[in-house]
T-cell receptor, first 114, second 111 residues
Framework: DTGVSQNPRHKITKRGQNVTFRCDPI?????LYWYRQTLGQGPEFLTY????????KSRLLSDRFSAERPKGSFSTLEIQRTEQGDSAMYLC????????????FGNGTRLTVT | GENVEQHPSTLSVQEGDSAVIKCTYS??????FPWYKQELGKRPQLIID?????GEKKDQRIAVTLNKTAKHFSLHITETQPEDSAVYFC??????????FGAGTRLFVKA
């Protein structure tokens, strides 16, 4: 058990609606990452936080996506005006933030946009 | 930015045989190379990693090799078992900032 929990596990929404996902890493994870994974592909980097600071955001991420980590603990990922192409597994991962620290993934939130 | 290529995309072996998965990376600044295993419907989990100051690392039936000059690294699984069947991802990290994954190799171990 990595200690990283994500909610909800599944989300079905209609195109155009907004959705928000939550990730709770363990307290030692001062780095928190969001990845997106589609069927048959590896996790694709979206963004990451060092404590509460968002340090990098993928250029592939449209303006409809926003992430926060307000107190350096849990994080939320919001997708506005969802599109069918947003359907994917959204994975959160924590790490200790030391150089060369492995990622500890949560179970993910599977989003289906109809 | 970093790009990681992985092959083969699918690998089928007989139980007891060895399996080898190969990856290349583009960013010479990458210095950490983890491997993750993802079983169906589950999260990716770290199985082994290697840092750029070593060329090889072994953990029981799993070994990784790294060739920094050629920007290649490989995963070797010996004496494969049916429970090794999963998707394996290689990844590269430029120093703890972000990890870039390969597309994955689906390994089938036939009993």
């Amino acid at each position: 058990d990595t200690g990283v929990s994500q909610n909800p596990r599944h989300k079905i929404t209609k195109r155009g609606q907004n959705v928000t996902f939550r990730c709770d890493p363990i307290s030692e994870h001062n780095r928190l990452y969001w990845y997106r994974q589609t069927l048959g592909q590896g996790p694709e980097f979206l963004t990451y936080f060092q404590n509460e600071a968002q340090l990098e955001k993928s250029r592939l991420l449209s303006d409809r996506f926003s992430a926060e980590r307000p107190k350096g603990s849990f994080s939320t990922l919001e997708i506005q005006r969802t599109e069918q192409g947003d359907s994917a597994m959204y994975l959160c991962a924590g790490s200790l933030g030391l150089p060369n620290s492995p990622l500890h993934f949560g179970n993910g939130t599977r989003l289906t946009v109809t | 930015g970093e790009n990681v290529e992985q092959h083969p995309s699918t690998l089928s072996v007989q139980e007891g045989d060895s399996a080898v998965i190969k990856c290349t990376y583009s960013d010479s600044a990458s210095n950490y190379f983890p491997w993750y295993k993802q079983e169906l419907g589950k999260r990716p989990q770290l199985i082994i990693d290697i840092r750029s100051n070593v060329g090889e690392k072994k953990d029981q039936r799993i070994a990784v090799t790294l060739n920094k000059t050629a920007k290649h690294f490989s995963l070797h699984i010996t004496e494969t078992q049916p429970e090794d069947s999963a998707v394996y991802f290689c990844a590269a990290d430029t120093g703890g900032f972000k990890t870039i994954f390969g597309a994955g190799t689906r390994l089938f171990v036939k009993a």
